[in-house]
């Protein structure tokens, strides 16, 4: 928070009233907070309504949320979609899917990208910087253009339509060990040394020096890894074909070609799709937004 | 797909009574991502022992040496009698003189209409010819309002386009499927009639995706007629309204001289080559082929039995909406047996769009898809003259 | 530290480094070759052939086919489309959603507000929303006659708009949604970097009788130049690569106004199998995205 303008001192109890007369400079200042809200309330609105219109209409008796002028408020509040969802349309299946994938990819991720990381931050060996350069390179590609072949050789590999096929694709990402080796940096080199002195082993160094002193961006790169897994939708729509493997996007896509009549179940479908995210966000937004924030301070 | 795997899961416990140590998972997909998601599983080696493919599918999995041949399985069968079968139906499934398919239900599109709106237009019966109809359908523009209008055609669905087409006597595909014959004077007039349509404003260019809820609209007289097949009869019987339910009928297509020809499509079951159990796959496919089974199905989907003796039944004789569809089964056009049919239908309603929407002639469209289809039919041809397709 | 009674301390060699290195990274670095790098190597190969259906079923019908898909892809209008379709979203997107997320992030760096972590979280959840759940919900809210937004409009005396059936208001409609879902993680960005502007800054322009507009322009905008460009070629890049809104809204329609060059990618390869001329389409993909980065990279020295 910056520090008050010592020019403003606001002399208080020298008007008659509360706002205007003598201290305009305050009324200003009012009036400018007033604006200020007001546009921050409009565009609070704005970027929540549509979920909130999602949420309302997910409880709507069917056709409801067909009509005009549009209903915000359900006439009467129905569970009926959730409970379609999930007895007729096997939702919970897919969202154990979309929780299995994510958690594994975040675990292991976090495993192989921290130990790649960190290699690259504090471990010297020769071609180390050479070898990072050519990985960041691959930070300039996009993950569309491999996903052919990527197709044919899970198809060879006989991975097509199975949890595998979405997970190993995923198990390690370049941006990941970007994130952990700037943050590697910063770990200073005499403590690695004394342990090495001591005669620790270097994965032993790692876990019990290294982990701990990253802890903060590995709890971001976590929430931002389980986010986008769960979130990621065209490689789990190429690889799965078999719905007792679709994750909750895919799902709801198929869903959307099939009911695209059933506004009502389509949006109890993404309110449930959302909540998952949404929570995790809600209870870990610190580290997160943290995250988001010094990463792009540096860069 | 759709809602037959819906019903499919209530008609498999009789079969697993029967058949205690057989156990039958079932799966659903829409019809829109069926195709994709059938191949996917075909490239992956992860298919079913049996799926339901749509029978325009089925020389394409053939190309892909993906299907079992069914003959000498039908040959020794009691239940399957390729006789009792619409031939023409069965003829879908026949490719290279090897049976792939044993049809499960017959689909041909027809006209769904509001009677009441067409009864108001002055008609107490459909209109059995293109120039009636045209006529009846101006009649009813005439009498609503700009939002509405007399027939709901979504501009991305191919089977309209197609089945004019096919009317005016075209074969989509010339030189036994290795050109197009757009540019031909048959196929000229089914399309020019297919986007007169919308000229005229009897037909909004929507797609389907932009349509809501119809059958809300139905119910509310903003659309008076939809071209849909038999599983549209249970849909409608299940949705729309109590009031609506006694003002609609179903009526064949009419044809350029008399009553038209429509698609001959339906589902058929086939078999995967890698299925690890095909003596249980065809038992499976054996029991729904019986009549009393395929009567049951009927009965829960509305789609309709590819077997004479099942139509015999007096549940038929008994069902006004059915009779359109008994008589349009007399006159159903197989389309062109070609592994490129999806992608040449679906590039023939993003040409007609183009038209419809007037950003191209007629003559442009039509150039452009013989262009487009030939391109696609390239390889075929290469493979042919190599002697190497199937 | 972990020193077991009676072992002698040993000096950790180079070589002991270099070989826990080699474990360290031999993960990531396999999983990153075998299923990147050589996928992203294999479409330019796969993009000389005529690798489709048939080639599926029996490989050896596939023939080397050299620059014939390019060739193809130059002439093909659809692609051409999709290339334009991409373009039009890229560059009226991006900015859009970089100003607006400048403008929010100038709000909730204004000294006069509070409560800002509760706006920023509000701001922010868009962005965290799973694509696909909100793409459907805005395909409600676009409906030309049951959607939220044409009520809007209606209160505002303009005509009901046929957002995502109007081949001209199809790709604006898919625009506005994707910066109304992004604009929350480039606010981030922009807090940062607006809080790393000295305060002095803003006091010495102030003293100097510039008002707010004034030291925006004078003081806000050129520091913030660096992060600003960064923002906005990553922001484009990432349109570039639009795939699921068009998917799940419009199909690519109406006409393939909304066709992007990843959509059509998909359905070339993964709808119609012709993987071949899809790995083309893929490869220019990436040419373009490059162009873009390396444009990056030297509007960022040149600044530096």
Redesign the interface.
């Known amino acids: 928070m910056s520090r008050t303008n010592p020019r403003l001192v606001v002399v208080e109890g020298a008007s008659t009233g509360g706002y205007g007369g003598l201290d305009s400079a305050r009324t200003r200042r009012r009036l400018t907070q007033i604006v200020l809200y007001a546009l921050l309330i409009i565009g609070a609105l704005i970027a929540l309504m549509p979920m909130l219109w999602m949420l309302s209409a997910s409880f709507m008796p069917t056709g409801e949320a067909s009509t005009y002028p549009p209903h915000f408020i359900p006439s009467r509040i129905t569970f009926s979609h959730y409970a379609d969802l999930f007895t007729r349309l096997n939702l919970g299946r897919y969202l154990f899917n979309s929780a299995l994938i994510a958690v594994v990819v975040t675990a292991v991720s976090l495993v192989i990208n921290s130990l790649a990381g960190y290699a690259f931050a504090k471990l010297r060996f020769r071609g180390r910087d050479r070898a990072f350069r050519i990985l960041s390179l691959g930070l300039v590609l996009p993950v569309q253009v491999a996903m052919l072949p990527l197709f044919l050789l899970m198809k060879n590999l006989h991975l097509i339509n199975t949890y595998w096929g979405v997970i190993i694709p995923g198990m390690a990402s370049i941006f990941g060990i970007f994130l952990i080796r700037q943050y590697a940096l910063s770990i200073p080199d005499d403590m690695l040394d004394a342990a090495r002195i001591d005669g620790a082993s270097e994965l032993r160094i790692y876990w019990s020096v290294v982990v701990p002193g990253i802890l903060p961006i590995l709890a971001t790169l976590a929430i931002w890894t389980f986010l986008a897994t769960w979130n990621d939708f065209m490689w789990p729509l190429i690889v799965l074909s078999d719905e007792a493997h679709y994750t909750l996007p895919v799902a709801l896509a198929n869903l959307s070609g099939e009911h695209v009549q059933d506004t009502e179940l389509m949006m109890a479908g993404s309110v449930l799709t959302v909540i998952p995210v949404l929570s995790v966000f809600l209870f870990l937004q610190r580290y997160y937004i943290q995250g988001v924030m010094a990463g792009s301070v540096k860069g | 797909m759709?809602r037959e795997g819906?019903v499919l899961s209530q008609l498999i416990p009789g079969f697993e009574k029967e058949h205690p140590d057989i156990h039958v998972e079932v799966?659903?997909?829409?019809?829109?991502?069926a195709?994709?998601?059938?191949?996917?599983?075909?490239?992956?080696?992860?298919t079913p022992d049996i799926a339901m493919l749509g029978n325009t599918w089925v020389p394409?999995f053939v190309?892909?040496?993906?299907l079992a041949p069914l003959d000498s399985f039908a040959d020794k069968s009691k239940e399957i009698r390729r006789d009792d079968f619409f031939p023409g139906i069965w003829k879908t499934n026949v490719v290279n003189g090897k049976t792939y398919g044993i049809p499960w239900y017959v689909d041909t599109r027809l006209i769904f209409y509001r009677s009441d709106l067409l009864a108001k237009a002055g008609y107490k019966e459909f209109p059995k010819t293109w120039a009636e109809w045209t006529a009846a359908m101006k009649k009813m523009k005439s009498q609503m309002t700009d939002k509405q209008f007399p027939i709901l055609m979504p501009?991305?669905e191919w089977p309209q386009p197609v089945m004019f087409a096919l009317e005016a006597g075209s074969p989509i595909l010339r030189d036994g499927g290795r050109y197009g014959a757009f540019e031909q004077p048959e196929f000229r007039k089914g399309f020019d009639f297919y986007t007169g349509l919308y000229q005229q404003g009897f037909a909004s260019?929507?797609?389907?995706?932009?349509?809501?809820?119809?059958?809300?609209e139905f119910e509310r007289g903003n659309i008076a007629m939809y071209i849909s097949g038999p599983w549209y009869i249970g849909e409608f019987k299940n949705r729309l309204d109590s009031a609506t339910q006694k003002k609609w009928m179903t009526a064949p297509m009419p044809g350029i001289n008399g009553p038209g020809v429509s698609l001959a499509l339906g589902s058929s079951l086939s078999l995967f080559a890698a299925s690890k159990h095909k003596r249980e796959a065809w038992q499976l496919m054996e029991y729904m082929s019986r009549p009393a089974i395929q009567l049951q199905f009927y009965v829960l989907t509305g789609d309709l039995p590819p077997r004479k003796a099942a139509w015999q039944d007096t549940t038929f004789a008994n069902n006004k909406y059915a009779k359109a569809f008994r008589d349009q089964l007399e006159r159903v056009v197989p389309l062109p047996q070609v592994?490129e049919w999806?992608?040449i239908a679906t590039t023939i309603f993003?040409h007609g769009?183009?038209a419809i929407?007037k950003?191209k002639t007629v003559d442009q469209t039509l150039a452009g898809l013989d262009q487009d289809v030939n391109?696609m039919l390239e390889?075929r041809r290469y493979?042919l003259a190599e002697s190497?397709?199937p | 530290m972990g020193v077991k009674a009676g072992s002698t301390p040993r000096l950790t060699t180079p070589s002991d480094v270099g070989r826990a290195a080699g474990l360290f990274l031999a993960p990531a670095l396999v999983l990153i070759f075998v299923f990147f790098f050589l996928p992203v190597l294999a479409s330019l190969v796969l993009s000389v052939t005529d690798f489709d259906i048939y080639a599926i079923a029996s490989p050896s019908s596939t023939r080397f086919v050299g620059l014939a898909n390019y060739t193809k892809l130059f002439h093909s209008p659809e692609f051409w489309q999709a290339l334009r379709n991409t373009f039009y979203f890229a560059i009226v997107g991006g900015p859009l959603t970089i100003a607006v997320s400048l403008g929010t992030a100038l709000l909730l760096n204004a000294k006069l507000v509070r409560f800002k972590s509760f706006f920023r979280t509000i701001y922010f959840t868009p962005f965290v929303t799973t694509l696909v759940a909100v793409s459907i919900v805005w395909r409600y809210l676009y409906h030309t006659r049951y959607g939220v937004l044409n009520y809007g409009l209606a209160h505002l005396g303009i005509a009901p708009i046929d957002w995502l059936g109007n081949p001209h208001w199809a790709m604006p409609a898919i625009i506005l949604m994707s910066v109304w879902k992004n604009f929350g993680y480039n606010m981030l960005i922009f807090i940062a970097g607006l809080q790393a502007i000295p305060q002095d800054l803003y006091d010495a322009a102030e003293i100097d009788g510039a008002g707010p507009v004034r030291r925006f322009f004078a003081v806000t905008l050129p520091l913030l130049g660096p992060t600003l460009l960064f923002v906005s070629v990553i922001t484009m890049i990432g349109y570039f690569q639009l795939f699921s809104e068009p998917y799940v809204m419009t199909q690519g329609g109406p006409l393939r106004a909304t066709t992007s060059v990843v959509l059509m990618m998909y359905e070339e390869g993964f709808r119609w199998w012709r993987m071949g001329y899809a790995a083309s389409i893929a490869f220019v993909l990436f040419i373009v995205i490059l162009i873009a980065t390396l444009i990056q990279f030297r509007l960022q020295k040149e600044h530096a």
């Open positions: 759709g819906e799966q659903q997909i829409p019809w829109t991502a195709h994709e998601k059938l191949l996917t599983a075909y490239v992956g080696d992860a394409e190309a892909l040496n993906s501009t991305n260019p929507v797609s389907s995706s932009q349509v809501s809820n119809l059958f809300q592994p999806e992608e993003e769009e183009q929407r950003a391109a390889k493979l190497k397709a």
